[in-house]
């Protein structure tokens, strides 16, 4: 509104609290070479959330967070200790794979700098959590997906709390597609039931090109069951969610056994049970059932193909790995409607006031407009796929001003592409309050050079001491191809 004043009480989205950029939230993860380089697949087991509770062993290596350190060219299963040391061997020998583990007493970081945190690889294996993620860890989840990452979800059945804390698989990953705060609208487009089936042998569903049923490591024909579930699918929600290999009996929405789906830039796959990774041999004392090397199954082929879908090594559309590229829109909520969903912003930019028109909805992202020394800032973290040879980064800006002057740029507002340290790597434009005018303006910028790197878009608007200076922003869009 043209001379106006902002009020700072009324903004129903305001993100109190925040500060005005989380510097970890991104990570430039690779500097000449592509990030995922076609060469090496890089893969990281979680073992932070009990998965070694009870009976459970589900561990590629007893070193930890790697592997190598117990056999560094292992050549049977029994070289790395573990449950799942058939799954770390098999990928290991293929000379094709980089794999860690992260420990127990760690967390799940995405944007970090440890050398386990997720900007660092293609693949999270989640085998049968059995504690709760927290938010920020849902949050690195979650971002690391979109931004082009795969993610690998086992369960087990209902009851399965091995550690006896009130949790097991099913609720921790129901939780996480429902209670995050990046999508909680049912982003993968399936839940999980809770259920406890004693035993089946799902039949894979006849799809000859499915690169998860018909890979490198082989043809999936069945899995088993050794008590364990299965999900519903809402293909209403996520038109990718796949259905691969289904409960005797059922096919559709219910009754999917193992299952795959995109989110943003990045690959999900499910399955309902621990026992088909199982390899039978682990620690001393726990009790466990060979699926691995099951002759009634194919559990092997199943699990190493979806790793390799997953890492992006199949080269089939969906994800954010092996150097491949699919057209695609990165930024979530880019027309703010969902509030402040995926960005970090500074108190009340986004926002459903009507003091500034948005260009289209409800919501936009208004910086500034005080009428006094402010800054305000808007960011949010993405990945641009290493294939892609086009990305251009797109947004409508309006700018509105009671200063009067037509030479003296008083506030500012910057556009601007960021590393995880803050560092400036490019300045993309900078505005004023001499860029007034009525209506929005289409504002258009080639990121193709940050391909294969995760980078923030930052808009940073800075305001001086006496009149208003709004920036308001709507629509925005990265699209590669």
């Not at 009976?55 to 060219?73: H, R």
């Not at 660092?120 to 849902?138: C, I, M, R």
């Not at 890492?311 to 979530?332: D, E, I």
């Not at 980064?393 to 003296?408: I, N």
Request: charged content about 15%; some cysteine; glycine content about 12%.
């Amino acid at each position: 509104m043209p001379g106006s004043e902002r009020s700072r009480r009324i903004f129903t989205t305001a993100l109190a609290g925040l500060g005005l950029l989380v510097t970890g939230a991104a990570l430039q993860v690779g500097t000449g070479a592509p990030a995922h380089a076609a060469t090496t697949h890089r893969v990281l087991f979680d073992n932070a959330h009990a998965e070694t509770a009870g009976n459970a062993d589900w561990i590629i290596s007893t070193s930890q967070p790697d592997p190598l350190g117990q056999d560094s060219t292992p050549s049977a299963e029994t070289d790395w200790t573990g449950a799942l040391s058939s799954w770390g061997v098999a990928l290991q020998k293929t000379g094709g794979y980089s794999l860690k583990t992260l420990p127990s007493g760690s967390s799940l970081a995405y944007g970090g700098t440890s050398a386990t945190d997720l900007s660092n690889f293609d693949t999270l294996v989640l085998p049968e959590p059995n504690t709760p993620f927290t938010s920020a860890e849902k949050t690195a989840i979650m971002n690391f997906v979109k931004n082009g990452g795969g993610l690998f979800m086992i369960s087990d059945h209902t009851g399965a709390d091995r550690n006896n804390d009130g949790y097991d698989a099913v609720e921790i990953f129901n939780d996480l597609m429902t209670n995050n705060s990046v999508d909680s609208t049912d982003p993968f487009g399936f839940s999980v039931d809770s259920l406890s089936i004693s035993s089946d042998h799902p039949s894979a569903i006849g799809d000859s090109t499915d690169p998860v049923l018909h890979g490198s490591f082989g043809t999936v024909t069945k899995s088993l069951i050794a008590s364990g579930t299965t999900a519903t699918l809402k293909p209403a929600d996520n038109a990718a969610v796949k259905g691969l290999l289904y409960r005797t009996g059922y096919s559709g929405n219910t009754g999917a056994f193992f299952a795959t789906s995109t989110f943003g830039s990045g690959r999900v796959a499910f399955w309902g049970d621990s026992s088909p990774i199982d390899d039978g041999t682990g620690q001393s004392g726990n009790t466990l059932y060979d699926g691995w090397n099951d002759s009634s199954a194919t559990d092997a082929a199943l699990a190493l193909n979806a790793t390799e879908w997953l890492s992006g090594a199949s080269g089939s559309s969906g994800g954010g790995g092996g150097g491949t590229c699919t057209a695609a829109q990165l930024l979530a909520n880019p027309g703010f409607e969902s509030g402040a969903t995926s960005w970090t912003a500074s108190s009340g930019v986004i926002t459903n006031d009507t003091g500034e028109a948005a260009r289209a909805g409800s919501y936009k992202a208004w910086l500034n407009g005080y009428g006094s020394a402010h800054t305000d800032t808007l960011a949010q973290s993405v990945t641009i796929p290493a294939g892609c040879t086009s990305a251009t980064l797109s947004f409508y800006l309006h700018v509105d001003t009671a200063e009067t002057t037509t030479s003296t740029a008083y506030d500012t507002l910057k556009a601007q592409v960021l590393s995880s340290s803050g560092t400036v790597l490019s300045t993309l434009a900078t505005y004023s309050n001499l860029n007034a005018a009525s209506g929005y303006t289409q504002r258009g910028f080639n990121l193709a050079s940050y391909a294969g790197q995760t980078v923030t878009i930052k808009f940073t608007g800075t305001e001086g001491s006496t009149l208003q200076t709004s920036f308001v922003l709507d629509d925005t869009a990265l699209t590669v191809s």
